[in-house]
Nanobody
Framework: QVQLVESGGGLVQAGGSLRLSCAAS????????MGWFRQAPGKEREFVAA????????YYADSVKGRFTISRDNAKNTVYLQMNSLQPEDTAVYYC????????????????WGQGTQVTVSS
């Protein structure tokens, strides 16, 4: 069983930064691609960013490209999301997910999910 635990969310002013972390249990963390999704109130969950098993390939939603950076530390079984230049429209619950493949495939959903961490950006 894989468990994912997010942390690092909070309240920040527009233009500020936050770094989310997602700690994963299990020995196979380094074999799988990981991703971040978010869900704003009244909206469907949307893809934010993904990273391949080795960290060599990253993918971003157009809405966050240039502002957010996904990274991973396989020695620590942790994936990160550095969020800069935050805007009120980035307000959402952010979820970490593990994919069932080593590389991200556009449109794929994770097979394991964390409980989410709230990010609120004030104007």
């Amino acid at each position: 069983q894989v468990q994912l635990v997010e942390s690092g969310g909070g309240l920040v002013q527009a233009g500020g930064s936050l770094r989310l972390s997602c700690a994963a249990s299990g020995r196979t963390f380094s074999s799988y691609a990981m991703g971040w999704f978010r869900q704003a109130p009244g909206k469907e969950r949307e893809f934010v960013a993904a990273i391949s098993w080795s960290g060599g390939y990253t993918y971003y939603a157009d809405s966050v490209k240039g502002r957010f950076t996904i990274s991973r530390d396989n020695a620590k079984n942790t994936v990160y999301l550095q969020m800069n230049s935050l805007q009120p429209e980035d307000t959402a619950v952010y979820y970490c997910a593990r994919y069932s493949t080593s590389y991200y495939r556009p449109g794929a959903q994770g097979d394991y999910w964390g409980q989410g961490t709230q990010v609120t950006v004030s104007s």
